[in-house]
């Protein structure tokens, strides 16, 4: 707190209005902080305020970007950051288990949060590939070929998930791209 007995009033007054900047400069610092810690608090509150700004965001959605690039604005940075290694490496040819556990590794390295997105993104990924494959299922093996490859698919996910979580270093996953094919 600052003494003003012994100011001039000019001084008194620039004092005060730096306290004054100060405090506006602080309380816009707590409110950008407040949904994340919020998010971190109170997951139900969060997830019911994330509800809001997505059901916000849905009524100004436009067909001109796909689904899931929309939805990315939405995600934690590790989960935005694990869309474009998928997006990268879709055109590699690298087994399909060791590209499903990077990115999934990729994207559990930001925290809760970021794992559990990047397990449903994947389930939702299954969900959409089963569908697909299910339309003409002799192309594939068989409904039973590809429920079996769904299921791996899941599997690798939630491996990859749990190895990203737990091992939070910066190019950590880079080993599941180093395996000979």
């Known amino acids: 707190m600052t003494d003003y007995r012994n100011m001039t009033l000019r001084e008194?007054?620039?004092?005060?209005?730096e306290?004054?900047?100060?405090k506006q400069r602080l309380q816009e610092m707590l409110s950008k902080a407040a949904p994340y810690l919020e998010s971190r608090l109170n997951p139900l509150?969060?997830?019911y305020r994330g509800g809001e700004i997505l059901g916000a965001a849905a009524a100004n959605y436009?067909?001109?970007q796909s689904f899931e690039n929309f939805m990315m604005n939405y995600m934690e940075p590790s989960v935005q950051?694990?869309?474009?290694?998928s997006c990268r490496l879709t055109p590699i040819r690298i087994p399909d288990d060791n590209k499903h556990m990077y990115?999934?590794?990729v994207g559990a390295q930001g925290g809760r949060l970021a794992a559990a997105e990047t397990f449903a993104g994947g389930v939702w990924k299954e969900i959409k590939d089963y569908r697909r494959k299910?339309?003409?299922p002799n192309r594939y093996g068989g409904e039973e070929a590809i429920k079996i490859d769904c299921i791996k698919d899941l599997e690798n996910d939630y491996y990859g998930v749990k190895d990203g979580y737990t091992h939070r270093e910066p190019g950590y996953c880079n080993y599941?791209?180093?395996i000979k094919y």
């Open 45 to 47: 509150a969060a997830a």
């Open 134 to 136: 299910m339309k003409n």
């Open 103 to 105: 990115v999934s590794c």
């Open 19 to 22: 306290e004054y900047e100060e």
């Open 12 to 17: 008194e007054l620039e004092a005060r209005f």
């Open 81 to 85: 950051e694990a869309w474009r290694e």
């Open 62 to 64: 436009r067909n001109s």
């Open 176 to 178: 599941l791209l180093n």
